[in-house]
């Protein structure tokens, strides 16, 4: 089992080669994965349009590796400034967090998609700035979009982007299909 940085580092290295490369790049999306895996796979196998043969245009993985890593650039800035704040409140004896920090609790599933081909098409960056600032603003996810702001029905994923932010409610997740997506490459 590798991390996420030795993971990222090897997906995007031209002299490894691409089957390794993308093994590395699966090892990477499971490490750190916003929209769930399948989605988040997904998006970086388009975002970076990595061709069905990986020899066609090798220089994907750098793009889909680069694009990961700048995501959870972001996130972990978050992360610690969280982890920074929970230890001085921890300190001055506040033990509960606040409503606005269960996002922490979520791991690194910050939007998740239940459909893997439906979720936001921006950058990942991009999404993952637009839905920490949502969560910690204290807005209300279950009416409006943590992602693109949206308005949407309650219990339903957004129409617009396919973020679901009741998963944590236990409801069965659809399968799609997961296995041509998995197979894509």
Not at 165 to 183: A, D, E, F, H, M
Request: charged content about 25%; overall charge positive; some cysteine.
């Amino acid at each position: 089992m590798t991390s996420f940085p030795s993971a990222a580092r090897k997906a995007g290295d031209p002299r490894v080669t691409v089957d390794n490369r993308i093994l590395a790049l699966r090892e990477s999306v499971a490490r750190f994965c916003p929209y769930g895996f399948r989605a988040t796979w997904h998006h970086v196998l388009v975002n970076a349009r990595v061709p069905r043969q990986l020899t066609d245009d090798p220089d994907s993985l750098c793009r889909a590796a680069a694009e990961l890593v700048e995501a959870r650039q972001v996130w972990m800035t978050y992360r610690d400034a969280f982890a920074d704040r929970r230890r001085r409140e921890k300190a001055l004896g506040r033990r509960d967090p606040v409503f606005a920090d269960r996002w922490y609790s979520w791991g690194n599933r910050l939007a998740y998609c239940p459909n893997p081909t439906v979720h936001p098409r921006e950058r990942l960056v991009v999404v993952v700035q637009r839905v920490m600032e949502a969560y910690l603003s204290g807005r209300d996810v279950s009416v409006s979009c943590p992602a693109c702001g949206s308005t949407r029905p309650d219990a339903t994923p957004c129409p617009r982007c396919g973020v679901d932010t009741q998963w944590l409610s236990g409801r069965p997740v659809t399968v799609y299909r997961w296995r041509r997506i998995w197979q894509a490459v």
